[in-house]
């Protein structure tokens, strides 16, 4: 089992950067692969970022690509979101996610044990 807590949300202006935490914590955290996916008011939970365990493969939304990067930091449990040149169609809720399979790592069932979640606000 994993629990996962992220940090770092809060209100920016368009254009700033923000980035998010995730601190997992379990028996087998460090085996996981992580994604972050994000949920706007009235709208699915959309996938933003996933990596691997081993850092090596990373994938992204079209919609963020080249404005976040995801990473981690395995010794000391934590998954981190790095978010530049913010728009104000970024404004959600960010949920970090770990899988315990390596498949479909860019949908919500794919994964196994969720984050409450951080706001992101980003004024215009």
């Known amino acids: 089992q994993v629990q996962l807590v992220e940090s770092g949300g809060g209100l920016v202006q368009a254009g700033g950067s923000l980035r998010l935490s995730c601190a997992a914590s379990?028996?087998?955290?460090?085996?996981?692969?992580m994604g972050w996916f994000r949920q706007a008011p009235g709208k699915e939970r959309e996938f933003v970022a996933y990596?691997?365990?081993?850092?090596?493969?990373?994938d992204y939304a079209d919609s963020v690509k080249g404005r976040f990067t995801i990473s981690r930091d395995n010794a000391k449990n934590t998954v981190f979101l790095q978010m530049n040149s913010l728009k104000p169609e970024d404004t959600a809720v960010y949920y970090c996610?770990?899988?315990?399979?390596?498949?479909?790592?860019?949908?919500?069932?794919?994964?196994?044990?969720w984050g409450q979640g951080t706001q992101v606000t980003v004024s215009s």
């Open positions: 990596i691997r365990w081993s850092g090596g493969n990373t």
């Open positions: 379990g028996r087998t955290s460090s085996s996981y692969d």
């Open positions: 996610a770990a899988a315990r399979s390596r498949y479909y790592l860019r949908r919500t069932d794919g994964y196994d044990y």
